[in-house]
């Protein structure tokens, strides 16, 4: 392994030292070799010296790598092709006359070098991105060629030059080639824009083939002019104004458009004729088509005369085409006439003038006019909007509302607030949206409407004030829990949380104490509300103070302390838990319930140990395992906890769901203990999963044990799906590395593997066979004094001396968990690796020998660091797990 890695270092190092060379001291050959060798090239800076070395070597480099190109089907080109293409970019890209039309001439000459179709069409490409009139000669040779064709065209037509153009036309009135070839023409005279075809083109139209028919129209809807109206004018009429093979329709009216400019006159006769005759025919959109260049041809003073007109019509998808077309140029003068339709048009046209008139207000160039229009001297545009609110249709309703939120003046806001007064409430939900939507301050305005409004619209506004945390209407809500129906109280109490403030907290609290049991959450969370606006510490003084003077009613706060996450607050809970009965001790339990952090974990616990026949288990179980399962803790930590919790969960339910966490955590430790309920037939399926998900997701996890874990998997599996998981886990094992991988040092049975320490290494070393025999078996007697193994754990207590392995060991890896016993006095451990160093473990109250630094130190360290990084260690009577590396 060694080896391969010196040798990939040396040929790093020979490329990088054969990039730092100038081309100039290479031979075009050895350039042209080193670029192919490098592409494509992973960074910009080398990529562009690669292709500057390459652009250096002229003709002879380009021909060099068009001679590398292999013939299709005899290997790949991607790297010729990469350094090719990237050449023809630099070349255009740096600006350089000579050096583009070195580069030109070279692939002119690589041209008839070659045979191949594809490398003749590759070396054309390169010509249409660099190449000039130099190339005109020689791209014309290939417009008959049906292969090349294609190519050759699309490159005269990137030329642009009126001699490219006159190749193009030369070429077409040969006709010598084949349809194909033509069309190939065809197209590229219309890419090009050679109007001088103009009049070949129209010898070409009528052509029986649709698809020829439909290059020339195009064609000509491209390059013609006047003499080419009639032409496709007819062409659209056979088509029958409509979309088919040929395109005449869409021809007709691209030609129409090009020529709105310099032929205004003819294009307006033509426009106008084609509008009757598409309504004739049915075909809505080519005449909404030609009504978009008669807007777009006519006078400025007649095109509002023009959408006015156009308002009239019956069809609604035309109306709204015109408003569209209009948009590019209404002025005031516009949308002063089309507000004078409104107060008289039919409902279908309010709506779409209104819609319009608001899609237009959104634009910031345009916002100011619609909003201070006015349609004469004493009557404001807003005016007629206003009016529309109290239309009875309600799609007109609805259009003008949006309109007026889109324009967002201020003085628009009591008129929404009206709405939340209707019967209806479609339009009580109408006015709320708009209400919600609006940018200004509508606080006032629906603290008004509340007061006289039904209960729909009662609702609806406590709703709004409550989303634009209105305190200073928190008086409209507070009426309405006083006097307003069942439905309408009990929105209020949930409003009240987003319309209080600390002012407020006395009186919630007050509120609190005399809720009924319906009312007693929304005012627990009105009362957090108005505490957040508090230091935190505040809020626990300020809650345990209200506790006292609340007496026997001090169980309602329980609820608001936990919001604090405080230590205090998680003191005096767990105390009103543990002395209390009935609703208070409930109470209680509900806030531990809905703590937010960790802390709480251990009281849920215990509660589960001490009372696992009460109705509180289940919910504490369930709480706890979502707490310790959080993400923000590494998978480790999690599996720890969850392993607490599997040792007291009492239903399959509730281990499925542990297991499912447990996989989540994706460690190795996670993996082997899921495989301990693959034999547990009503969990087996969990466990499944978590082993499989952890083995397939972690490929560093390998070795005989969990060989072991995935072919046991693969004989429980039972679901849908297990067929394809059956071969997800073949393959992994078949790619899997070979090796024992992990193994267990304990059994978990006895001290089978272990031995008692004789003095430390070095001494060892120096002693003869026999007298090492008799030490050891002293170390083994004194070891077994204090070393014993219960309940799968291997138990010091504290008497006696260090156990060793049996086996010596060199590099490893090893999983260690641990834990320290809080009855033990100055609890203090480690682990000694070889000798040392030792791996620390202590209590981290003992500050008088330094423990506060924490575990995981490595202790004897006299020169390198010592201490850890940080304090990870749970607390005394709690497992935790140490990954060790030793090299």
Same mark, same amino acid.
């Given at each position: 392994?060694?080896?391969?890695?010196?040798?990939?270092?040396?040929?790093?190092?020979?490329?990088?030292?054969?990039?730092?060379?100038?081309?100039?001291?290479?031979?075009?050959?050895?350039?042209?070799?080193?670029?192919?060798?490098?592409?494509?090239?992973?960074?910009?800076?080398?990529?562009?010296?690669?292709?500057?070395?390459?652009?250096?070597?002229?003709?002879?480099?380009?021909?060099?790598?068009?001679?590398?190109?292999?013939?299709?089907?005899?290997?790949?080109?991607?790297?010729?092709?990469?350094?090719?293409?990237?050449?023809?970019?630099?070349?255009?890209?740096?600006?350089?006359?000579?050096?583009?039309?070195?580069?030109?001439?070279?692939?002119?000459?690589?041209?008839?070098?070659?045979?191949?179709?594809?490398?003749?069409?590759?070396?054309?490409?390169?010509?249409?991105?660099?190449?000039?009139?130099?190339?005109?000669?020689?791209?014309?040779?290939?417009?008959?060629?049906?292969?090349?064709?294609?190519?050759?065209?699309?490159? +005269? $037509? *990137?030329?642009?030059?009126? %001699?490219?153009?006159?190749?193009?036309? !030369? =070429?077409? /009135?040969?006709? @010598?080639?084949?349809?194909?070839?033509?069309?190939?023409?065809?197209?590229?005279?219309?890419?090009?824009?050679?109007?001088?075809?103009?009049?070949?083109?129209?010898?070409?139209?009528?052509?029986?083939?649709?698809?020829?028919?439909?290059?020339?129209?195009?064609?000509?809807?491209?390059?013609?002019?006047?003499?080419?109206?009639?032409?496709?004018?007819?062409?659209?009429?056979?088509?029958?104004?409509?979309?088919?093979?040929?395109?005449?329709?869409?021809?007709?009216?691209?030609?129409?458009?090009?020529?709105?400019?310099?032929?205004?006159?003819?294009?307006?006769?033509?426009?106008?004729?084609?509008?009757?005759?598409?309504?004739?025919?049915?075909?809505?959109?080519?005449?909404?088509?030609?009504?978009?260049?008669? +807007? $777009? *041809?006519?006078?400025?003073? %007649?095109?509002?005369?023009?959408?006015? !007109? =156009?308002? /009239?019509?019956? @069809?609604?998808?035309?109306?709204?085409?015109?408003?569209?077309?209009?948009?590019?140029?209404?002025?005031?003068?516009?949308?002063?006439?089309?507000?004078?339709?409104?107060?008289?048009?039919?409902?279908?046209?309010?709506?779409?003038?209104?819609?319009?008139?608001?899609?237009?207000?959104?634009?910031?160039?345009?916002?100011?006019?619609?909003?201070?229009?006015?349609?004469?001297?004493?009557?404001?545009?807003?005016?007629?909007?206003?009016?529309?609110?109290?239309?009875?249709?309600?799609?007109?309703?609805?259009?003008?509302?949006?309109?007026?939120?889109?324009?967002?003046?201020?003085?628009?806001?009591?008129?929404?607030?009206?709405?939340?007064?209707?019967?209806?409430?479609?339009?009580?939900?109408?006015?709320?949206?708009?209400? *919600?939507?609006?940018?200004?301050?509508?606080?006032?305005?629906?603290?008004? =409407?509340?007061?006289?409004?039904?209960?729909?619209?009662?609702?609806?506004?406590?709703?709004?004030?409550?989303?634009?945390?209105?305190?200073?209407?928190?008086?409209?809500?507070?009426?309405?829990?006083?006097?307003?129906?069942?439905?309408?109280?009990?929105?209020?109490?949930?409003?009240?949380?987003?319309?209080?403030?600390?002012?407020?907290?006395?009186?919630?609290?007050?509120?609190?104490?005399?809720?009924?049991?319906?009312?007693?959450?929304?005012?627990?969370?009105?009362?957090?509300?108005?505490?957040?606006?508090?230091?935190?510490?505040?809020?626990?003084?300020?809650?345990?103070?209200?506790?006292?003077?609340?007496?026997?009613?001090?169980?309602?706060?329980?609820?608001?302390?936990?919001?604090?996450?405080?230590?205090?607050?998680?003191?005096?809970?767990?105390?009103?838990?543990?002395?209390?009965?009935?609703?208070?001790?409930?109470? =209680?339990?509900?806030?531990?319930?809905?703590?937010?952090?960790?802390?709480?974990?251990?009281?849920?616990?215990?509660?589960?140990?001490?009372?696992?026949?009460?109705?509180?288990?289940?919910?504490?179980?369930?709480?706890?395992?979502?707490?310790?399962?959080?993400?923000?803790?590494?998978?480790?930590?999690?599996?720890?906890?969850?392993?607490?919790?599997?040792?007291?969960?009492?239903?399959?339910?509730?281990?499925?769901?542990?297991?499912?966490?447990?996989?989540?955590?994706?460690?190795?430790?996670?993996?082997?203990?899921?495989?301990?309920?693959?034999?547990?037939?009503?969990?087996?399926?969990?466990?499944?999963?978590?082993?499989?998900?952890?083995?397939?997701?972690?490929?560093?996890?390998?070795?005989?044990?969990?060989?072991?874990?995935?072919?046991?998997?693969?004989?429980?599996?039972?679901?849908?799906?297990?067929?394809?998981?059956?071969?997800?886990?073949?393959?992994?094992?078949?790619?899997?590395?070979?090796?024992?991988?992990?193994?267990?040092?304990?059994?978990?049975?006895?001290?089978?593997?272990?031995?008692?320490?004789?003095?430390?290494?070095?001494?060892?070393?120096?002693?003869?066979?026999?007298?090492?025999?008799?030490?050891?078996?002293?170390?083994?007697?004194?070891?077994?004094?204090?070393?014993?193994?219960?309940?799968?754990?291997?138990?010091?207590?504290?008497?006696?001396?260090?156990?060793?392995?049996?086996?010596?060991?060199?590099?490893?890896?090893?999983?260690?968990?641990?834990?320290?016993?809080?009855?033990?006095?100055?609890?203090?451990?480690?682990?000694?690796?070889?000798?040392?160093?030792?791996?620390?473990?202590?209590?981290?109250?003992?500050?008088?020998?330094?423990?506060?630094?924490?575990?995981?130190?490595?202790?004897?360290?006299?020169?390198?660091?010592?201490?850890?990084?940080?304090?990870?260690?749970?607390?005394?009577?709690?497992?935790?797990?140490?990954?060790?590396?030793?090299?």
């Amino acid at each position: 392994m060694r080896k391969a890695y010196i040798s990939i270092a040396a040929l790093l190092l020979c490329g990088s030292m054969l990039m730092a060379q100038t081309p100039a001291n290479r031979t075009a050959k050895t350039t042209a070799a080193d670029v192919l060798a490098q592409m494509p090239a992973a960074k910009q800076a080398a990529y562009n010296k690669l292709i500057g070395d390459l652009s250096s070597t002229g003709e002879e480099g380009v021909l060099m790598l068009v001679n590398m190109i292999n013939a299709p089907g005899k290997g790949s080109n991607a790297n010729v092709d990469y350094a090719l293409s990237g050449l023809t970019h630099y070349v255009m890209a740096k600006g350089e006359e000579n050096a583009r039309l070195v580069t030109a001439k070279a692939y002119l000459k690589a041209l008839e070098m070659v045979n191949e179709r594809e490398t003749k069409a590759f070396i054309i490409r390169q010509l249409q991105m660099l190449g000039k009139d130099e190339c005109i000669e020689v791209l014309a040779s290939y417009l008959n060629d049906e292969a090349l064709s294609g190519p050759a065209a699309r490159a +005269l $037509a *990137a030329n642009g030059s009126e %001699k490219a153009g006159q190749a193009l036309v !030369a =070429a077409l /009135k040969m006709r @010598s080639g084949s349809s194909k070839t033509q069309k190939d023409v065809i197209r590229a005279i219309a890419d090009a824009r050679v109007k001088e075809a103009e009049t070949l083109l129209l010898t070409l139209q009528g052509a029986a083939d649709p698809n020829m028919q439909k290059e020339v129209l195009y064609a000509l809807s491209c390059v013609g002019g006047s003499t080419s109206l009639p032409v496709l004018a007819q062409a659209a009429e056979n088509a029958g104004y409509t979309m088919e093979v040929t395109g005449a329709n869409e021809a007709y009216i691209a030609l129409l458009k090009r020529l709105v400019q310099s032929d205004r006159d003819a294009v307006m006769k033509a426009a106008k004729k084609l509008q009757k005759a598409a309504a004739k025919a049915g075909q809505e959109q080519t005449r909404e088509a030609a009504l978009q260049i008669l +807007l $777009a *041809a006519e006078e400025p003073a %007649k095109v509002s005369k023009m959408v006015i !007109a =156009a308002m /009239k019509d019956p @069809s609604k998808n035309y109306r709204n085409a015109a408003l569209s077309y209009a948009s590019g140029f209404a002025d005031k003068e516009l949308y002063i006439e089309l507000m004078k339709m409104v107060p008289k048009a039919k409902p279908e046209l309010k709506i779409d003038i209104l819609n319009w008139i608001g899609r237009e207000a959104k634009k910031p160039v345009k916002h100011d006019i619609i909003q201070n229009l006015e349609i004469r001297f004493d009557l404001p545009a807003k005016q007629i909007l206003l009016e529309q609110l109290g239309d009875v249709n309600f799609d007109v309703k609805q259009a003008a509302t949006w309109t007026l939120v889109k324009i967002g003046d201020k003085s628009y806001i009591p008129s929404l607030a009206e709405l939340l007064k209707s019967d209806d409430k479609q339009v009580v939900l109408l006015g709320q949206d708009a209400l *919600a939507a609006f940018p200004g301050d509508i606080d006032g305005a629906v603290a008004k =409407a509340v007061s006289s409004a039904a209960n729909a619209g009662k609702i609806a506004g406590l709703e709004l004030l409550a989303m634009r945390k209105a305190t200073a209407n928190i008086n409209t809500v507070l009426d309405q829990i006083q006097i307003g129906s069942p439905e309408v109280k009990a929105a209020a109490y949930v409003a009240l949380k987003d319309v209080v403030g600390e002012r407020d907290i006395t009186n919630m609290c007050g509120m609190l104490e005399t809720a009924d049991a319906l009312a007693v959450p929304p005012m627990q969370r009105a009362v957090i509300s108005a505490l957040s606006s508090l230091p935190v510490a505040d809020r626990v003084e300020t809650v345990t103070r209200r506790m006292l003077q609340a007496g026997n009613k001090d169980y309602l706060y329980y609820l608001v302390l936990a919001s604090t996450g405080q230590p205090d607050a998680l003191a005096t809970v767990v105390k009103g838990f543990r002395s209390n009965t009935g609703v208070k001790r409930d109470a =209680a339990f509900e806030a531990l319930l809905n703590w937010k952090g960790i802390e709480v974990a251990d009281e849920l616990y215990t509660i589960c140990k001490e009372s696992p026949s009460s109705n509180y288990f289940d919910p504490a179980l369930t709480t706890y395992v979502k707490l310790v399962s959080n993400p923000a803790f590494t998978g480790e930590n999690r599996l720890l906890s969850l392993r607490k919790a599997m040792e007291i969960a009492k239903t399959d339910a509730q281990k499925i769901a542990i297991l499912q966490q447990i996989e989540n955590t994706g460690t190795f430790l996670g993996m082997l203990y899921a495989g301990e309920f693959l034999d547990q037939k009503p969990v087996q399926q969990a466990a499944a999963n978590a082993v499989m998900n952890i083995a397939l997701g972690n490929k560093e996890y390998m070795g005989a044990n969990v060989r072991a874990l995935l072919n046991k998997v693969m004989e429980v599996l039972d679901n849908p799906d297990a067929g394809y998981q059956k071969e997800a886990i073949k393959k992994h094992l078949a790619e899997m590395p070979q090796g024992e991988g992990f193994v267990s040092l304990f059994n978990g049975k006895d001290l089978t593997g272990w031995k008692g320490l004789v003095q430390n290494p070095i001494a060892r070393a120096k002693m003869k066979p026999g007298q090492l025999a008799k030490e050891q078996a002293k170390a083994d007697e004194v070891m077994r004094k204090g070393w014993s193994v219960e309940d799968g754990m291997l138990i010091f207590n504290g008497k006696g001396d260090n156990l060793c392995t049996e086996k010596q060991y060199g590099d490893f890896e090893m999983y260690v968990d641990w834990m320290l016993d809080p009855a033990g006095p100055e609890a203090d451990a480690g682990i000694y690796l070889r000798g040392t160093p030792q791996v620390q473990i202590w209590d981290t109250s003992r500050v008088n020998v330094g423990a506060q630094v924490g575990s995981g130190g490595l202790y004897n360290n006299q020169m390198n660091e010592s201490k850890p990084t940080k304090v990870a260690d749970n607390k005394l009577g709690e497992w935790n797990s140490f990954y060790i590396k030793m090299v």
